[in-house]
């Protein structure tokens, strides 16, 4: 069928396209069959008040605690699965909000072109249907 030379040509040629592959999925996030999305947390809390405690996490993924300064953006990315949930806590100034910052089964214009945009503002949790967001463009979705 094949002579050896061209069985060996062949296996080499599968080697090399293994590690062209890994290297390029290592390089930047595969999400080949689903979609990538970027959530933004941001603080447009008043200067010169308490920063704003968030922790973030889905049902595999637990991103920490972090804190942000008025005007400061907490992000990630992540690839999509038919299930996948993000939900956030956040607390300011002795007010607290839980809720979800995506869900897959959200319509796609809650996350338009794959970004999620949440800003913490002193009345409550808005999110951003454009990005970026202009402040006409923030609707308000919780209250603290």
């Known amino acids: 069928m094949f002579s050896h030379t061209t069985h060996k040509q062949l296996s080499q040629l599968f080697i090399l396209l293994t590690i062209v592959l890994q290297a390029t999925a290592s390089a930047e996030r595969n999400c080949a069959f689903s979609s990538e999305i970027t959530v933004h947390v941001v603080s447009n809390l008043p200067q010169n008040t308490p920063q704003l405690f968030l922790r973030c996490q889905s049902h595999d993924d637990d991103l920490g605690n972090h804190t942000l300064a008025p005007n400061q953006d907490f992000h990630w990315h992540f690839c999509t699965s038919f299930n996948t949930l993000f939900f956030c806590h956040l607390v300011w ?52």
């Open 93 to 144: 100034n002795g007010k607290s909000a839980s809720f979800d910052v995506f869900n897959y089964d959200w319509p796609d214009s809650r996350c338009p072109y794959g970004t999620c945009y949440w800003a913490a503002l002193p009345d409550g949790i808005y999110q951003g249907f454009q990005y970026p967001p202009t402040p006409s463009t923030l609707i308000k979705q919780y209250s603290w």
